[in-house]
């Protein structure tokens, strides 16, 4: 088995997340972790064991023995150092979204493209047994098609000020719906073919945000499929300090509800209260992502998530703050 070397740029909470799941990989080594704070990059080393730490990330990749470097780092830095990275002979798990524009998402692409490097971007929803099962479930039938697939949720505004900055880190339609936008293509075996949405801007001016152009923070979209499945999202980001609103997530079908619970069991009702409940799948879903893009490199096969679907649930999500701008069906 060939051993890789492993970069994870980004000490942050992701970089963490990162570093911890390519523990889990038989034959990776940690060799270099970056951040442009030394305290937290000290940290992040001293915690995981890495044998390098760097302040620069174009230094941490050109450490000796790294063949896999892990993007972690806030949204709007994506395509510099993915492309750095891939230039350099390295492959690449780049943290979702792609890219705040369909630009550098294509610069990304082509990146990959001309220089033959691995570019997986981390969906790492799609690595649960859970949805794995609902996916199959669907296909299956069990509800019955078409499905409506919901999701309700609302949070109090982020303490990474970067995150709901348009300029930085697009907001929850960018950074969080993009899972569903593509876990929805997933589990319908369907491309989305149209979007409507209404939203609004809770935190824009909160003295809590200062300096922050605050994206749509506060949306209801809705994405309709080929297959006529439809994917609904209702949440907010821009909630006071200390609130929140948590709800349900639910696929609808005209023979049943199945219910996700966690990340890990599914309740499914059908007709009369027939009920059956699928639980204790496992819930390692970045050390599953590590170790399926680690085959991924190793077998010279492209990776579970690649740049075209980061590519495309970017297009969606652009295609929601369109339609929340101009009150018109979007087509992505």
């Not at 220089?115 to 969906?123: D, E």
């Not at 495309?312 to 018109?328: P, R």
Request: hydrophobic share 45%; with cysteine.
């Amino acid at each position: 088995m060939k051993e890789l070397g492993i970069c994870v740029i980004g000490a942050g909470d992701m970089g963490n997340a990162h570093l911890t799941a390519w523990k889990t990989v038989e034959g990776a080594r940690l060799v270099a972790v970056c951040d442009e704070d030394e305290a937290r990059a000290k940290k992040a080393q001293e915690t995981h064991d890495v044998e390098q730490r760097f302040t620069e990330f174009h230094h941490a990749i050109a450490a000796e023995g790294v063949d896999v470097v892990s993007v972690c780092l806030p949204t709007w830095h994506h395509r510099a150092a993915s492309t750095v990275a891939m230039h350099a002979g390295k492959h690449v798990l780049c943290e979702k979204p792609i890219a705040l524009s369909v630009a550098d998402a294509e610069a990304m692409l082509s990146c990959r493209n001309e220089t033959g490097r691995k570019l997986g971007i981390a969906f790492c929803k799609r690595h649960l047994p859970q949805l794995a099962k609902l996916r199959e479930l669907i296909q299956d039938g069990a509800i019955g098609r078409p499905v409506l697939y919901r999701m309700m949720t609302g949070i109090e505004m982020r303490y990474k000020l970067w995150i709901m900055d348009a300029r930085m880190g697009g907001g929850p339609i960018v950074d969080l719906c993009c899972h569903y936008f593509d876990q929805w293509r997933w589990i319908f075996g369907a491309e989305p073919d149209r979007v409507m949405a209404m939203g609004m801007t809770f935190a824009q001016g909160a003295a809590e945000l200062p300096g922050v152009e605050v994206q749509t923070d506060t949306a209801t979209l809705m994405v309709e499929h080929s297959t006529g499945d439809v994917g609904v999202i209702s949440l907010s980001w821009g909630l006071p300090r200390g609130t929140s609103a948590p709800g349900p997530e639910q696929v609808l079908g005209p023979k049943g509800v199945i219910t996700l619970e966690g990340f890990g069991g599914l309740k499914m009702v059908r007709k009369d209260g027939e009920e059956e409940v699928f639980e204790g799948f496992a819930t390692d879903l970045y050390g599953a992502q590590a170790r399926a893009f680690a085959a991924a490199v190793r077998e010279n096969r492209a990776p579970a998530t690649g740049a075209e679907d980061g590519l495309i649930a970017l297009n969606v999500s652009l295609a929601v703050l369109e339609s929340v701008a101009t009150g018109q069906v979007v087509v992505p």
